[in-house]
């Protein structure tokens, strides 16, 4: 089945500094890549996907790339601001599969 | 729209007793899923429900069973509870199963002693 992994498992970045953090999944037929996120106590909730029919996306200060060949895709966090501490999850799923999830990337704001 | 709903909010149960977790959409959704997330370990999928009348194991299902009582309701039940099963349980649900969104109900703690 498939395999996500998500570096880094922490990140802390200053106010304003960007933010990366990375997945790559084991299954070449995997066709769409959710990002959720996870704020303390809260459920998690989509900030954006992408399709295997497309190399990038972005929405604001939140973009998303992907690269098929290498099986990886990345989310890509400019300009950050305090509300975006949270825990970051990727994912990945085929059509009538299964979406498995990356074990998430907690990102904070350094003082 | 209330969305994905669950209940209890918090539950404490010692080894051994049993349990029901509840869960509705009200979204007409085909697809829901109980997961259970645990430090480091991200979401896991327990069982899934494609459509009304399906159900299905998912990743880590061993100690649990549920039931699709119709196309709102998905319900997770633990027969015998193990200080292995704490954890937040987070029902969910999607237009259909595979690439969609998937959205989350708030999720219950579940502390077993």
């Known amino acids: 089945g498939e395999n996500v992994e998500q570096h880094p498992s922490t990140l802390s970045v200053q106010e304003g500094d960007s933010a990366v953090i990375k997945c790559t999944y084991s299954?070449?037929?995997?066709?769409?890549f959710p990002w959720y996120k996870q704020e303390l106590g809260k459920r998690p909730q989509l900030i954006i996907d992408?399709?295997?029919?497309?190399g990038e996306k972005k929405d604001q200060r939140i973009a998303v790339t992907l690269n098929k060949t290498a099986k990886h895709f990345s989310l890509h966090i400019t300009e950050t601001q305090p509300e975006d501490s949270a825990v970051y999850f990727c994912?990945?799923?085929?059509?009538?599969?299964?979406?498995?999830f990356g074990a998430g990337t907690r990102l904070t704001e350094k003082p | 729209n209330a969305g994905v709903t669950q209940t209890p909010k918090f539950q404490v149960l010692k080894t051994g007793q049993s349990m029901t977790l509840q869960c509705a959409q009200d979204m007409n959704h085909n697809s829901m899923y109980w997961y259970r997330q645990d430090p480091g370990m991200g979401l896991r999928l327990i069982y899934y429900?494609?459509?009304?009348?399906?159900?299905d194991k998912g990743e880590v299902p061993n100690g649990y069973n549920v039931s699709r009582l119709n196309k709102r309701e998905f319900s997770l039940r633990l027969e015998s509870a193990a200080p292995s099963q704490t954890s937040v349980y987070f029902c969910?649900?999607?237009?259909?199963?595979?690439?969609?969104?998937?959205?989350f109900g708030p999720g219950t703690r579940l502390t077993v002693t």
């Open positions: 299954d070449s037929a995997s066709n769409y």
């Open positions: 994912a990945a799923s085929k059509h009538n599969n299964d979406m498995r």
């Open positions: 429900s494609a459509s009304e009348g399906t159900t």
């Open positions: 969910a649900s999607s237009e259909r199963r595979g690439t969609y969104e998937q959205y």
């Open positions: 992408i399709r295997s029919n497309v």
